[in-house]
């Protein structure tokens, strides 16, 4: 905090002290930064608890910051570092500042190279231990030094993302992490699939679906996000809209999801796609899928 006095007045006043923003601490493709603006007046006027099944970057929930959240992935990896940052902050800031280091110091991009897939390796081999912090430090190296941000796994559920030829990393900000922290001190972090993350949800409640999308990138984890499983998620979609839950899902543009949600609000947004290598198909559309009309579920 800070005093200041009037040139003025002469009188002496306090300045708040500036806050660092809750923002996403990982790059992830289909991140959804870009989007807020349109998910944020989509967002109901009330909600009661608030739920991510498949919550990647999260950048909508650190953006809300809900007093009552349940966070999900089916990636256990990713889940041992949302509990990482919201219960071992300081010694994830440690880990990550070697990684960094160790890095940064060497002195040709082939010995970079070389130290990303060894830690990959290790990534690999670690996941068939118990997860630590050390691990999502590495995860979060691993992310920001690949190509773009991609996590992507082998039919073996082994991460095999490239090198990305990257001169120099800089893997956190303790500052955006210590807000990261505080948002997530009163939240449920979970593993597992996404239909068991909205067991015992209530009327009133929020749910947020942000899964691997339909006919584009599939390989975020071991088999792929199947037609099944696209089913199995309007099938819930439709079990929550008749218990009152208000739902919203973001998907791709594509004539086999508007047709399943078919009886929903369904709004087409213009997005960047930043992980294609040819300029011309990095601009698409997905939509925005909700359950609701001003705070009111709609009836099917």
């Known amino acids: 905090m800070r005093l200041t006095q009037s040139t003025t007045t002469g009188s002496v006043h306090f300045d708040a002290p500036t806050v660092t923003p809750a ?3 990982i790059k992830c493709v289909g ?5 807020l603006p349109e998910l944020r007046k989509r967002m109901p006027e009330r909600i009661g608890t608030y739920v991510e099944p498949f919550i990647g970057g999260g950048a909508l929930f650190f953006d809300m910051q809900p007093s009552d959240a349940i966070l999900n992935d089916v990636n256990p990896r990713l889940i041992n570092l949302y509990v990482s940052v919201r219960s071992h902050k300081e010694e994830l800031v440690e880990s990550l500042a070697c990684y ?6 060497l002195t040709s991009i082939n010995a970079k190279k070389d130290f990303y897939y060894q830690n990959r390796t290790e990534f690999n081999y ?23 941000g991609l996590y992507r796994e082998n039919a073996a559920g082994k991460y095999n993302a490239a090198f990305g030829w990257k001169e ?5 900000d303790e ?9 997530l001190q009163n939240t449920s972090i979970t593993n597992g699939d996404f239909e068991d993350a909205c067991n015992s949800l209530s009327a009133g409640d929020f749910v947020y679906f942000d899964p691997p999308y339909y006919s584009t990138f599939a390989g975020y984890q071991a088999g792929g996000f199947s037609i099944d499983d696209h089913l199995r998620l309007h099938n819930l979609f439709q079990r929550l809209t008749e218990s009152g839950v208000h739902c919203m899902l973001s998907n791709s543009n594509t004539e086999f999801i508007k047709n399943l949600y078919a009886g929903y609000n369904i709004d087409v947004v213009p997005v960047k796609r930043n992980i294609n290598r040819n300029g011309n198909a990095r601009h698409g559309e997905e939509v925005i899928i909700t359950n609701y009309m001003s705070n009111q579920i709609i009836k099917l």
């Open 175 to 183: 500052a955006i992490l210590s807000s990261c922290s505080a948002a």
């Open 126 to 148: 670690g996941f068939e231990t118990d997860l630590t912090v050390d691990d999502a430090a590495q995860f979060i190296f691993l992310n920001k030094s690949n190509f773009n």
């Open 23 to 25: 923002t996403p601490f």
């Open 100 to 105: 960094e280091k160790e890095y940064n110091t």
């Open 168 to 172: 120099r990393i800089r893997l956190f």
């Open 31 to 35: 991140g959804k930064t870009q989007l």
